[in-house]
Structure formats: C-alpha cells, structure tokens
T-cell receptor, first 115, second 114 residues
Framework: DTGVSQDPRHKITKRGQNVTFRCDPI?????LYWYRQTLGQGPEFLTY????????KSRLLSDRFSAERPKGSFSTLEIQRTEQGDSAMYLC?????????????FGPGTRLTVT | AQSVTQLGSHVSVSEGALVLLRCNYS??????LFWYVQYPNQGLQLLLK??????LVKGINGFEAEFKKSETSFHLTKPSAHMSDAAEYFC????????????FGAGTRLFVKA
C-alpha cells in the first residue's frame, strides 16, 4: 500500500492556460474522488468515479473542468482557460467499494496558483 | 441534505490540557461521521470514524469522539494536548445510503502553547 499519489505537487500557471493534474489511487481501490480546497475551508466535492465511470459531478465543476479515469486506475483533472479563482489545492482520494464505512484515503494534493 | 458545522475556526490550548473540537452535523439518514487531520501542505489523514457501531470511537494519536444522536454532535477530544497535535482538523459526514459524497466542515485550527 503506497498510498494515493498526486502529480505535480505544485503548479503555477498564467491565466488562460490549460493545466492537467494526475492522481494515482491505492491500487485495489475502485472509487476515486476529486476535491477542491481553498484557504481556510474544508475540501469541496468536485467529482467521483467508480472504476472508469464518472458517476457524479458537482455544480462547482464548470465546463472548463474535465476529469477522466480511462482504465479505472489513475485519473486526470484538466482545467481549461484557467482563472485566478481556480487557485486552490486540488485533492484526490480513493476508497474501496467494499468498505461500508466509505472511508477515503487522501493524496497530498496539487496546489495550483493562477497568476 | 447533509451539512457539517464546526464551532470555532481556531482553538488554542496549553500543552497537557484537554482538547475539545466541536462538530454538529445534519443528515436525513443515519450518517457515517469522520474526523480528519491536515498538517501544512499535506493531504488529509483519517483520525477516526463512526459507522453506527459503538457511539464512543477511539482513533489514532489518543483522540476519541462521541456520537450523540439527540444532539447531532460528534465532538473530538483528547485528554492531554501535545505540541505535535497542532494542525487543522476537519469533521465530515457521509450518508449511509450507498452514497459516496463526503461533506466536510470548514475546519478548526488547533494551536498548542508550550
């Protein structure tokens, strides 16, 4: 169990550029979640995958955001035409479907700064 | 709809003193409840969870929490604070309906004074 990993850990980009983040969940976990965390706030749910299927998207996830999990393993989160308001920590988490407690394991996050 | 309220965005205690972080939740169905800790520039780590078994839940690092349905509360306590406990703490709720969405509170930052 190597834990959830995220890449990159930090990303600085200029407004209007596109960025892509990657998340590698714990290997036997078939559920994967993306959250956004702004300064002084708790994580806010963005989207959720069960295997390769994206089952729910938050209203926070505008049309500029897209997430994929093509083979049911790693996931990518892309933000197009970044805005300063997108600056935040993007957290990925995973869990096992069989776990009745819905406990999620979090990665270290990707901190995005849009200048 | 689920929601979580953490009372107090900042709590300061002296080393060795009792830690009490308050959490109230709202859920239309029996909830799963969690406390997570976050150290600077790191992800969240699970401290403990309530899953409808014992109402008093023991977690890591000496923390525990008690589920009180009548008060819709799930307060986190630790008898004696340590300097290493200084961090941000988040209470969270998931609904026990086969759902997957976890709602987090805004967090409480714990300061520990020497």
């Amino acid at each position: 169990d190597t834990g959830v990993s995220q890449d990159p850990r930090h990303k600085i980009t200029k407004r209007g550029q596109n960025v892509t983040f990657r998340c590698d969940p714990i290997s036997e976990h078939n559920r994967l979640y993306w959250y956004r965390q702004t300064l002084g706030q708790g994580p806010e749910f963005l989207t959720y995958f069960q295997n390769e299927a994206q089952l729910e998207k938050s209203r926070l996830l505008s049309d500029r955001f897209s997430a994929e999990r093509p083979k049911g393993s790693f996931s990518t989160l892309e933000i197009q035409r970044t805005e300063q308001g997108d600056s935040a920590m993007y957290l990925c988490a995973s869990s096992r479907e069989a776990m009745s407690s819905y406990e999620q394991y979090f990665g270290p996050g990707t901190r995005l700064t849009v200048t | 709809a689920q929601s979580v309220t953490q009372l107090g965005s900042h709590v300061s205690v002296s080393e060795g003193a009792l830690v009490l972080l308050r959490c109230n939740y709202s859920s239309s169905v029996p909830p799963y409840l969690f406390w997570y800790v976050q150290y600077p520039n790191q992800g969240l780590q699970l401290l403990l969870k309530y899953t409808s078994a014992a109402t008093l839940v023991k977690g890591i690092n000496g923390f525990e929490a008690e589920f009180k349905k009548s008060e819709t509360s799930f307060h986190l306590t630790k008898p004696s604070a340590h300097m290493s406990d200084a961090a941000e703490y988040f209470c969270a709720v998931s609904e026990n309906t086969g759902g997957f969405k976890t709602i987090f509170g805004a967090g409480t930052r714990l300061f520990v004074k020497a």
